[in-house]
């Protein structure tokens, strides 16, 4: 049973191969989730996970079911495996946005049906897949290039690493003290195939000559109580004008959204000429059409046999 907790789930042909299939047209994919239910549950909400994700179940002739986090309630209603077995009677997939990583690790554990990961505290695939997508339409390949994180590395960071290392990328990542990578993480994504991985405590030395410049908010969810001394560390880490005037003439801005104009990215920016917010926030749709294909066609999908 494949599953895709983690980008790195995918190997490097098979994150190609994903890609392939985002940017097929439905007609060419035909109808592999026909007659088949998907489970799309969320602790945490969301706005375009949950868009991108029903309408990609519904291109592919499937039927998603909206569940919020309380309605299952994990470990408190029910066993996190309870809920998997008899999900996994209903539907050919389950895909959940949790707030624990170890959650997923459970459902994927019971092997019943394929197990999608639509974030979770130490990683968000799904987002890196569109990443991918959105800098491969504009470079055509990612080889060579440089990418540049500028902010905490969270967990659409840790994904954001594993794809560009994947897809042969130099990784820069620009992060105040104390929330950078370890250096057993910064060893680990080196391993997966990145041509050279630096980290360094300033943002303009992190986006200097960088073909696409990344970000994501201060705070995140669940990070609130934190608001203040975030915004303090922080400083000097928002990409406006200046930063982006250090990275390639051609640079493209990429942030996951929701974003905060002022905070960790300037108007200017956003909503400048470099941006590709929009289309990068549109190939999420795009990029999980291609991972539910792909997950079809491992798993050997076929009607009357789901498991």
Not at 170 to 185: F, I, Q, W
Not at 246 to 264: Q, S, T, Y
Request: charged share 25%.
């Amino acid at each position: 049973m494949r599953h895709f907790l983690d980008t790195v789930d995918l190997s490097r042909n098979e994150l190609a191969r994903v890609l392939e299939l985002a940017t097929q047209r439905q007609e060419s994919l035909g109808w592999p989730l026909a007659d088949y239910g998907v489970a799309l549950i969320f602790e945490k909400p969301s706005n375009r996970t949950r868009q991108s994700m029903e309408m990609a179940v519904v291109q592919l002739g499937g039927h998603p079911i909206f569940t919020r986090g309380e309605e299952v309630g994990f470990d408190v209603r029910e066993t996190v495996e309870d809920i998997t077995r008899i999900m996994a009677g209903y539907h050919a997939m389950i895909a959940a946005r949790v707030f624990s990583h170890t959650v997923l690790e459970r459902m994927a554990s019971s092997n019943a049906v394929p197990i999608i990961n639509m974030l979770s505290d130490k990683s968000h695939p799904l987002q890196s897949l569109a990443d991918v997508l959105t800098m491969r339409e504009e470079f055509g390949s990612l080889k060579g290039k440089t990418v540049a994180w500028i902010g905490d590395y969270n967990n659409v960071a840790r994904s954001l690493a594993e794809a560009c290392a994947l897809e042969g990328a130099h990784l820069r990542l620009g992060c105040p003290s104390g929330y950078g990578a370890s250096d057993d993480e910064l060893a680990r994504v080196t391993a997966l195939g990145a041509p050279s991985v630096q980290q360094v405590t300033s943002a303009e030395k992190a986006a200097v000559g960088a073909h696409a410049v990344h970000t994501d908010v201060f705070v995140s969810m669940g990070q609130e109580a934190e608001t203040e001394r975030r915004k303090h560390d922080f400083a000097g880490f928002q990409v406006d004008e200046a930063l982006m005037s250090v990275a390639d003439r051609n640079a493209i801005f990429m942030h996951c959204l929701p974003a905060h104009r002022g905070l960790e990215v300037s108007g200017e920016v956003i909503d400048g000429p470099a941006s590709r917010v929009e289309r990068q926030a549109h190939n999420r749709m795009h990029a999980a059409r291609g991972l539910l294909a792909f997950l079809c066609e491992v798993n050997d999908i076929t009607k009357g046999d789901t498991k």
